[in-house]
């Protein structure tokens, strides 16, 4: 979660001039009264607590930890990223903007009543309360971080107005060990969650198949008034805490199916979270500056070249030596969609079927 990843992203979209194309806002922190639409009174008190005190922590409610230590000023830093995914969703419902995104945001594993996975409040799980407490019915959240969206799918479990879409690599191989196919909601609101649990080494055919057997009718379905969609960059072959082999060609391809989706069924209404990623420099930056570009109207063609002044600052504030273009090499990706057949062999196609047949027949639809 090193903070490098977030400058260089914005240093990258300035230097593509997207900066030009957008309109770059400040949002408040979230207020307790806001944070309280997901989080318990006593867990926003003991993360006060741990921000002025750091050394007291002592890993209760998740603080304190090897994943969540405390620090001096968390608690005020973790309200306004939750402020900019809640303001980022308050311009979209009041039309004040049609796409909004905030990379700093995607922090999905964090939960009502404790910290986990790097991340203290949960901003998407806020903007999505703050879009119901607005009158939003229906709300859709797709999520393809490596990492399962758990604390989204917790906050909205017994919500029918919320379907929470995750894919992630399986939880057998990988961090937070939910996700399953057979999570599908609570009793008064079964199908509203949807599992894709990807095998380790999934890469991008398999993963973009995955996304479109699932997603897209799915979505179709549900007709959702806004969508909001969490990007984490860590599904990269080059990311170090995970397993899976996508690349960012691939990643911008969902990133424009996301953006297809919300103009096809949310009357356009889209609001984008980055997430988890830990290659900072080689892939992070690249992959939501696609997705800023996306938003923006301005997609960035693959094969483009990076300016000279970002690598030149990369490398001053790294050491690193950065990438030349918005490639990984492999565009155009492509992959067989699912009326294309069923591989009973293939453990992707395994997958699938697995979250079509757990899932679907919850809502009415056909496996």
Same mark, same amino acid.
């Given at each position: 979660?090193?903070?490098? /990843?977030?400058?260089?992203?914005?240093?990258?979209?300035?230097?593509?001039?997207?900066?030009?194309?957008?309109?770059?806002?400040?949002?408040?922190? $979230?207020?307790?009264?806001?944070?309280?639409?997901?989080?318990?009174?006593?867990?926003?008190? $003991?993360?006060?607590?741990?921000? #002025?005190?750091?050394?007291?922590?002592?890993?209760?409610?998740?603080?304190?930890?090897?994943?969540?230590?405390?620090?001096?000023?968390?608690?005020?830093?973790?309200?306004?990223?939750?402020?900019?995914?809640?303001?980022?969703?308050?311009?979209?419902?009041?039309?004040?903007?049609?796409?909004?995104?905030? *990379?700093?945001?995607?922090?999905?594993?964090?939960?009502?009543?404790?910290?986990?996975? *790097?991340?203290?409040?949960?901003?998407?799980?806020?903007?999505?309360?703050?879009?119901?407490?607005?009158?939003?019915?229906?709300?859709?959240?797709?999520?393809?971080?490596?990492?399962?969206?758990?604390?989204?799918?917790?906050? *909205?479990?017994?919500?029918? /107005?919320?379907?929470?879409?995750?894919?992630?690599?399986?939880?057998?191989?990988?961090?937070? !060990? +939910?996700?399953?196919?057979?999570?599908?909601?609570?009793?008064?609101?079964?199908?509203?969650?949807?599992?894709?649990?990807?095998?380790?080494?999934?890469?991008?055919?398999?993963?973009?198949?995955?996304?479109?057997?699932?997603?897209?009718?799915?979505? $179709?379905?549900?007709?959702?008034?806004?969508?909001?969609?969490?990007?984490?960059?860590? +599904?990269? *072959?080059?990311?170090?805490?995970?397993?899976?082999?996508?690349?960012?060609?691939?990643?911008?391809?969902? !990133?424009?199916?996301?953006?297809?989706?919300?103009? !096809?069924?949310?009357?356009?209404?889209?609001?984008?979270?980055?997430?988890?990623?830990?290659?900072?420099?080689?892939?992070?930056?690249?992959?939501? +500056?696609?997705?800023?570009?996306? #938003?923006?109207?301005?997609?960035?063609?693959?094969?483009?070249?990076?300016?000279?002044?970002?690598? !030149?600052?990369?490398? $001053?504030?790294?050491?690193?030596?950065?990438?030349?273009?918005?490639?990984?090499?492999?565009?155009?990706?492509?992959?067989?969609?699912?009326?294309?057949?069923?591989?009973?062999?293939?453990?992707?196609?395994?997958?699938?079927?697995?979250?079509?047949?757990?899932?679907?027949?919850?809502?009415?639809?056909?496996?």
């Amino acid at each position: 979660m090193d903070p490098v /990843r977030l400058a260089l992203t914005r240093r990258l979209v300035d230097a593509f001039g997207l900066d030009r194309e957008i309109e770059v806002v400040s949002a408040k922190p $979230a207020g307790e009264s806001t944070l309280r639409l997901v989080h318990r009174e006593d867990y926003i008190e $003991a993360v006060k607590a741990a921000s #002025a005190e750091p050394d007291a922590a002592d890993g209760k409610y998740g603080l304190g930890t090897l994943d969540d230590p405390a620090f001096a000023g968390m608690h005020e830093v973790s309200a306004l990223i939750a402020g900019q995914s809640v303001g980022a969703a308050e311009a979209v419902w009041h039309g004040d903007a049609l796409h909004a995104v905030n *990379f700093a945001g995607g922090l999905h594993h964090a939960m009502p009543g404790g910290a986990s996975g *790097f991340c203290i409040y949960n901003d998407a799980s806020l903007a999505i309360a703050r879009l119901l407490e607005l009158g939003a019915e229906r709300v859709a959240y797709i999520d393809v971080d490596v990492h399962h969206g758990d604390g989204v799918q917790a906050a *909205f479990w017994e919500d029918p /107005r919320v379907l929470t879409i995750s894919l992630h690599e399986h939880p057998q191989t990988l961090f937070p !060990q +939910t996700g399953w196919p057979t999570e599908t909601g609570a009793d008064r609101a079964e199908g509203s969650a949807v599992n894709v649990a990807l095998p380790a080494g999934t890469g991008d055919a398999g993963w973009l198949r995955a996304f479109h057997a699932v997603v897209p009718e799915l979505i $179709a379905d549900f007709r959702p008034q806004v969508l909001v969609t969490q990007h984490g960059a860590d +599904t990269h *072959f080059e990311d170090p805490l995970a397993h899976l082999a996508v690349s960012l060609d691939a990643q911008r391809a969902v !990133q424009l199916a996301c953006h297809d989706l919300a103009h !096809q069924y949310a009357d356009g209404r889209w609001v984008a979270l980055g997430g988890g990623g830990y290659a900072v420099v080689d892939v992070v930056p690249r992959s939501w +500056t696609h997705l800023v570009a996306i #938003a923006a109207g301005r997609p960035l063609e693959p094969e483009s070249m990076i300016p000279e002044s970002w690598r !030149q600052e990369v490398f $001053a504030r790294t050491r690193q030596l950065a990438p030349m273009r918005m490639t990984d090499g492999r565009w155009p990706v492509s992959w067989a969609d699912w009326e294309s057949g069923y591989d009973p062999a293939d453990r992707l196609d395994q997958a699938v079927l697995a979250t079509r047949k757990a899932a679907f027949p919850l809502r009415g639809m056909l496996p």
